[in-house]
């Protein structure tokens, strides 16, 4: 989250400690502190992520690589179906999506944003209808599927190409998540990743986490269902990526400045591109 008062923000860095613990550790508490201060951690905007599908196509037209006829995976699409309907009115053949915490049609709010996206891709595209909705007003089971799992624990799933926005950051297990990546992609097939390496607690401070070990970050300060984040940074990623065989095509990464007096864990002093606060990268499965 972003905090735009200055006297207000240095009082959330300076209590980020006892903040975090609130939010991951005290059960139905946390939940009542989640709905007051990072409600916006779980709420999708569908135009930012409409842009951030252009900002997919435009490396996909820039590297020359045609998903028309595909079959497209995306990880951890949230609320939001709003990059499946972009893929399948681009002639994508068919979408899978696989959510561990899916968040559809949960409630009111839920269901009034899942109209307001198809409306929205309807005068995006100027149609009344939508060809992949039956007569009933159900997807189509040959158009679109929706896995609720843990990727690694999919099945039968072989897929032309995978993609992520803001998701590799808050999975535990990313070792694993990206071999079964190399293993249900077709050779010579792509995948798109925008991973977000900032510390959520604050955008205004996006490496604050860096002062805590890996035995408090992980045992008290992040939890799965609040907004976990690994802290995995643009090193280990490019060397997992490596390491399970895909070819970086393209690659666009924003820095941020560090601080002169930011604290940083010996955890992290091995590494060489600490400023890298968030990467995108087209990939080739080699």
């Not at 905007?45 to 995976?73: H, M």
């Not at 890298?276 to 080699?286: A, I, N, P």
Request: proline share 3%; charged share 30%.
């Amino acid at each position: 989250m972003e905090i735009k008062n200055k006297p207000l923000d240095y009082l959330f860095d300076f209590f980020d400690l006892p903040v975090r613990l609130l939010y991951t550790q005290l059960g139905p508490f946390s939940k009542i502190l989640g709905s007051l201060f990072f409600w916006k951690l779980y709420t999708s905007s569908y135009q930012k992520l409409d842009s951030q599908f252009e900002k997919i196509i435009g490396f996909l037209q820039k590297a020359n690589i045609s998903i028309s006829k595909k079959t497209v995976l995306e990880i951890g699409p949230g609320n939001s179906y709003i990059n499946a309907y972009n893929f399948l009115m681009n002639k994508v053949k068919k979408v899978v999506l696989v959510d561990k915490f899916p968040r559809y049609f949960e409630n009111k709010h839920q269901q009034e944003f899942f109209k307001k996206e198809l409306n929205f891709i309807k005068d995006k595209y100027k149609k009344k209808a939508l060809p992949f909705f039956d007569k009933k007003g159900k997807f189509k089971k040959e158009c679109l599927l929706f896995i609720n799992s843990d990727l690694t624990e999919t099945k039968s799933l072989l897929v032309d190409f995978i993609c992520s926005v803001s998701v590799l950051e808050h999975i535990r297990n990313v070792s694993a998540n990206i071999k079964k990546m190399a293993e249900i992609l077709r050779p010579g097939g792509f995948m798109y990743h925008k991973i977000d390496l900032r510390d959520h607690y604050d955008f205004n401070n996006p490496f604050l986490f860096y002062k805590y070990s890996d035995r408090v970050w992980n045992k008290y300060l992040t939890k799965e269902g609040h907004s976990y984040t690994n802290r995995w940074r643009y090193d280990d990623f490019i060397k997992e990526f490596r390491e399970n065989n895909f070819e970086i095509i393209l690659e666009e990464i924003t820095r941020f400045h560090l601080g002169h007096k930011m604290k940083i864990n010996k955890k992290f002093k091995r590494y060489k591109n600490l400023d890298v606060g968030v990467m995108e990268v087209l990939l080739r499965k080699t």
